[in-house]
Nanobody
Framework: QVQLVESGGGLVQAGGSLRLSCAAS????????MAWYRQAPGNQREMVAI???????IYGEFVKGRFTISRDNAKNSLYLQMNSLKSEDTAIYYC?????????WGQGTQVTVSS
């Protein structure tokens, strides 16, 4: 089964930027719609951004133009550029397929935004 490894998180001040990466272990990644999700303490996991094989994108309402999802199918990789970060963006960020996660969740990458 596909394994997903997220990276790029960290501690950043409000207004700062981070770029998250997701590496998939198999080329099936290139054939499916992928998404970034996040889960904050005490909250349910929610969708952040979606990208299909053609590069079409959808974002959660809270993104409001601050994030950009992209993919490099040749590298089996997914990215999330996050700008103008807010304290409410603090969460663990995960990647997986959309709408139904097809592989076990990875460990995610922690994003902490200090106000």
């Amino acid at each position: 089964q596909v394994q997903l490894v997220e990276s790029g998180g960290g501690l950043v001040q409000a207004g700062g930027s981070l770029r998250l990466s997701c590496a998939a272990s198999e080329t099936i990644f290139t054939l499916i719609t992928m998404a970034w999700y996040r889960q904050a303490p005490g909250n349910q996991r929610e969708m952040v951004a979606i990208i299909n094989r053609a590069g079409d994108t959808i974002y959660g309402e809270f993104v409001k133009g601050r994030f950009t999802i992209s993919r490099d199918n040749a590298k089996n990789s997914l990215y999330l550029q996050m700008n103008s970060l807010k304290s409410e963006d603090t969460a663990i960020y995960y990647c997986n397929s959309w709408p139904h996660p097809r592989t076990p969740w990875g460990q995610g990458t922690q994003v902490t935004v200090s106000s």
